[in-house]
């Protein structure tokens, strides 16, 4: 079945440690997304990328970072600069970003701070 | 950004219809709506979109008001699998500028 998989589940970072976050998808779309969930409260965007080899920044970016070097793989690594980074992390994907099509999540990878 | 306004919670017998409500009184007219669902621990689902007109699928129906301020995700026949945050949500068609902008969406309990 085509899908959106994020590893791990949960993740452990000390401080002043960088950790990376995993997103496959074999749903063959072009666009991706990370968002961050902070307890009882909605999705914020960290990063998108429309196409491969491309990215932008979204509404909480700083102490984040990115690569689209594949079309099916969108990793997020955040740094030892994001002071707060307990969160429950989401990844998504739509067909064509920018023609209103849903987009699909993963479940999402919980991060929590020794 | 347009916003939305949900109700923070609400409670539906099984097997009775859920109207939930959504109020948009700063869509523009390019502005899609969206409603997502969130089970615990689990990413957002995709449940229905709509732009002017009424809307059907599998999983629900959108009723849209006709000044388009206000909108209703309807479930009609709601079971406990129901139970989740469902979001509403504004999207702006843009290829420079298009994202999903999530608020806190309302808990929708299901009694037995």
């Known amino acids: 079945d085509g899908g959106i998989t994020q590893s791990p589940k949960y993740l452990f970072r000390k401080e002043g440690q960088n950790v990376t976050l995993s997103c496959e998808q074999n749903l063959n779309h072009d666009a991706m997304y990370w968002y961050r969930q902070d307890p009882g409260q909605g999705l914020r965007l960290i990063y998108y990328s429309q196409i491969v080899n491309d990215f932008q920044k979204g509404d909480i970016a700083e102490g984040y970072s990115v690569s689209r070097e594949k079309k099916e793989s969108f990793p997020l690594t955040v740094t030892s600069a994001q002071k707060n980074p307990t969160a429950f992390y989401l990844c998504a994907s739509t067909v064509d970003r920018g023609k209103n099509q849903p987009q699909h999540f993963g479940d999402g990878t919980r991060l929590s701070i020794l | ?112």
Not at chain 2, 30 to 35: C, F, K, N, S
Not at chain 2, 37 to 46: A, F, N
Not at chain 2, 70 to 93: G, K, M, N, P, Q
């Open chain 2, 1 to 112: 950004d347009a916003k939305t306004t949900q109700p923070n919670s609400m409670e539906s017998n099984e097997e009775e219809p859920v109207h939930l409500p959504c109020n948009h009184s700063t869509i523009s007219g390019t502005d899609y709506i969206h409603w997502y669902r969130q089970l615990p621990s689990q990413g957002p689902e995709y449940v229905i979109h709509g732009l002017t007109s009424n809307v059907n699928n599998r999983m629900a129906s959108l009723a849209i008001a006709e000044d388009r301020k206000s909108s209703t995700l309807i479930l009609h026949r709601a079971t406990l699998r129901d139970a989740a945050v469902y979001y509403c949500i504004l999207s702006f068609t843009n290829f420079g500028n298009e994202k999903l902008t999530f608020g806190t969406g309302t808990r929708l309990t299901i009694i037995p």
